[in-house]
């Protein structure tokens, strides 16, 4: 990762959290960094996630358009601008699955958890505490089954 990091641009870093500022000051000013709308989301009682994630995506799939069209690389990684095609797998409906029951105990997806921080919730710090678990269980439990069988995961 310091490898990764220091072949990045100077302004990699600091534009990267200039962008999760950005990013988490939208979740809270939209309301969507707090748990009470998000709940009212998955119960089909206010749809107003729904235009925040919609605006969201247009506006980052108009970026992903422009971008490699405007630029011959990306500003601070230099890097080609290409499409990283994921395989649709069993490991993406069982932890879309996981993340989807997740999501609805908490209240909030992972973003908009460190987002309530910023608005007072500390109650979501047991939600954050487990995520990190789930992510720490997750790799865990990856790096032995990648040991006993490396074609098992089939991703990544």
């Known amino acids: 990762m310091a490898g990764a990091l220091s072949d990045r641009h100077p302004l990699f870093v600091p534009l990267v959290l200039v962008g999760g500022v950005i990013f988490g000051f939208g979740l809270a000013f939209s309301h969507m960094a707090r748990p009470e709308v998000v709940l009212n989301f998955l119960q089909f009682e206010d749809f107003g996630l729904l235009f925040v994630m919609f605006g969201g995506a247009a506006v980052t799939g108009l970026a992903f358009f422009v971008a490699p069209r405007a630029l011959d690389r990306a500003p601070l990684t230099g890097d080609r601008f290409e499409r990283r095609l994921k395989p649709f797998d069993r490991n993406v ?59 098992a995961t089939g991703a990544d």
Do not use: E, H, K
Request: aromatic share 14%.
């Open 93 to 151: 409906l069982v932890g879309g699955g996981i993340f989807g029951v997740g999501w609805g105990l908490s209240g909030i997806c992972p973003g908009a958890a460190y987002a309530s921080l910023g608005i007072g919730n500390v109650t979501i710090l047991w939600a954050i505490a487990g995520m990190f678990l789930g992510a720490y269980a997750q790799g865990w439990w990856r790096s032995r089954t990648d040991t006993v069988d490396p074609a």
